[in-house]
């Protein structure tokens, strides 16, 4: 684990999200790994980290593809030559299934996900229309109320209705934990992803009774994933998360004993530009630098200090030692996603020293 | 006032940061001839919008310059032409000292805050190595603790140093008061602005004595504007909000009787995506396209929908006629300046119909 303190003194302006690349790399490296010796595919998730260059280590390290949450971040990594991707959330209406087709033409492998009957119709029309024959997952609800078929009945449906149209391809069924993942206590975590495995082994098995394709069983996290690859329903893993790693992971306890330690290989450096009251000093990094959708940052250097939220432009840090105008100060990644998504680039680092620039390839495509 | 039904059939792919043309320059012809009529400047604030076309209509209107939080959003409104504009954040370390006086070399009246003695005499050095004489004002802590000096005594002394520096221009102070804004209850609002016009007014008369020149008084925002400019220590006022307007601002009560209206301008047209529950729907619309940093967004339509948190790329809406797949939502703009901050262009209507796309210039430019 690199000392957070070194990164204090880059040669680059703040803020600054920083990308520490042998953490980057151990991180992917030990997730290919524990993934491999379990016989799993392992799909990462590209929202995470938006970027085309973590998406091609990633893919170099053997994943047999990349997730993607929405159309736009696909044809983003597309254009970046990335491939196989599987779209997991819902393409919806006529503009949106048209580009759709236009990608699929161009992106070997594609893969999308449908969640209820009409969607899975009109997807069939659009690729019938524009389009070439594109591979299909089934949404399978686990208890959200987000997306995904609600019912092992519904999800059924759903399934013959892709496999009765010539233009889709039925490969078999996704399913996302999202808000099982940052449960701290690893017993509380495993007995809340149980019952997802119930219900994903219905699914599975009303599939195999009907005698439909059902080849990738996919979803999983960050948070669950050693469950999920370890005699659980899936046949891969999606996860995002443990490439940069945030404070929303960091208190999670291990779920099984040869679970593999990620650690953080994104941060944020910045500056104090003010320090005029005691004990306090305001830094340059508010609400357009961090996503306050979860927890504070945490500070990871100098030590002694904690984050007070002061606006949109601003941060406050607090303590006996507090610095003062001009030295730096490294936060970690609050929530990773949508902190990664208000940058255009990370500053990439190794061994103390800024040697790249990644630009966030699909940075704010949210369609 | 646009009745926000008009716009849900927009010829535009979801999510879409929409701009209603008339609603925008409503606003901003309104908070023009109420300052005009005070004889008081305008200077709009433009880390709300970071958009070089609102800033150039709110010039058109009248405005004496614009304001810039950081000097990198400076940067990239001077690159279209955008001037003058006041830094109101304090710009520290040599990096940003040596961009602000190349800044300054092609940006006609640039004008900068400095609230403390050593930062003002760092920024004479690099003005005087590398750049012009440069206007600067005296950052006031309005009690915030956040910028500015804290006391009438601490920024004389700041005055001071900025009046005895031969490559810079001592123009007067500036004090904002940004967490007194959004109280809803006008009598106290009034009673929280009465002693930061009374701080402000010993800051200015303390230069007076010391005859020290103070022509900017510089400040105030779109809560507490129409009693800053009437009868408060202020030349001008820095408002940003008002131009397209939020579910923070919505519920403000007028603090004057002539005190104009402002309606919203500015919106995020979504659409539902998932819909296998009774009573919800999902839409495409989470913390990548939302700042969740305040008040969760407002639906502006259709009528009885309540916005739910799921994740970073969906909400929920939720209400007994929860609308179907493919259906359109319009939000309301939860806390305007970090959500127009997560999108790359506004799409502008006019009269129901999408006429112009104005990209947000200075988009992710924290630094």
């Given at each position: 684990m690199i000392d957070p303190a070194t990164l204090l003194d880059l040669e680059v302006d703040t803020p600054a999200l920083v990308l520490e690349l042998d953490a980057l790399e151990a991180n992917i490296q030990a997730m290919a790994a524990f993934v491999r010796a379990r016989e799993l595919?392992?799909?990462?998730?590209?929202?995470?980290?938006?970027?085309?260059a973590i998406g091609r280590l990633q893919l170099e390290a053997g994943a047999v593809g990349l997730c993607c949450a929405k159309l736009g971040e696909a044809e983003a990594l597309a254009a970046e030559g990335l491939h196989p991707l599987l779209i997991t959330g819902p393409i919806v209406g006529p503009r949106k299934l048209q580009r759709l087709a236009l990608l699929a033409l161009g992106s070997p492998g594609l893969m999308v996900a449908v969640d209820d009957v009409a969607a899975a119709e009109a997807l069939a029309l659009a690729m019938a229309t524009h389009g070439p024959v594109i591979d299909v997952l089934v949404?399978?609800?686990p208890g959200m109320a987000r997306t995904g078929a609600a019912t092992p009945e519904a999800a059924l449906a759903v399934?013959?209705?892709?496999?009765?149209?010539?233009?889709l391809r039925l490969r078999g069924v996704q399913c996302y934990a999202g808000t099982i993942q940052h449960i701290a206590d690893a017993e509380a975590r495993a007995a809340a992803a149980e019952p997802v495995h119930k219900q994903l082994r219905e699914v599975v098995d009303a599939l195999a009774?009907?005698?439909?394709?059902?080849e990738v069983v996919t979803g999983s996290g960050t948070g669950t994933f050693a469950l999920d690859a370890t005699g659980g329903p899936f046949s891969e893993v999606q996860v995002g998360s443990y490439a940069v790693m945030d404070d929303e992971y960091a208190p999670n306890q291990?779920?099984?004993?040869?679970?593999?330690?990620?650690?953080?290989?994104?941060?944020?450096?910045?500056?104090?530009?003010?320090?005029?009251?005691?004990?306090?000093?305001?830094i340059d990094a508010g609400s357009k630098s961090l996503s306050f959708d979860g927890p504070l940052p945490s500070v990871q250097a100098p030590m002694g200090l904690v984050y007070e939220r002061a606006g949109d432009e601003f941060g406050t840090v607090v303590g006996a030692a507090a610095p003062g105008v001009g030295e730096r100060v490294l936060l970690g990644l609050p929530h990773c996603d949508p902190?990664?998504?208000?940058?255009?680039?990370?500053?990439?680092?190794?061994?103390?020293v800024v040697v790249d620039r990644w630009p966030i390839t699909a940075r704010g495509r949210a369609d």
């Open positions: 595919g392992l799909r990462p998730h590209a929202k995470t980290h938006k970027c085309a949404d399978v609800d399934a013959r209705a892709v496999e009765g149209a010539p233009n009774a009907a005698e439909l394709p059902c291990p779920l099984v004993v040869d679970e593999p330690t990620f650690t953080r290989s994104a941060f944020l450096l910045t500056q104090v530009v003010s320090a005029n009251r005691a004990g306090r000093a305001t902190t990664i998504n208000l940058h255009d680039a990370f500053v990439c680092v190794r061994d103390g």
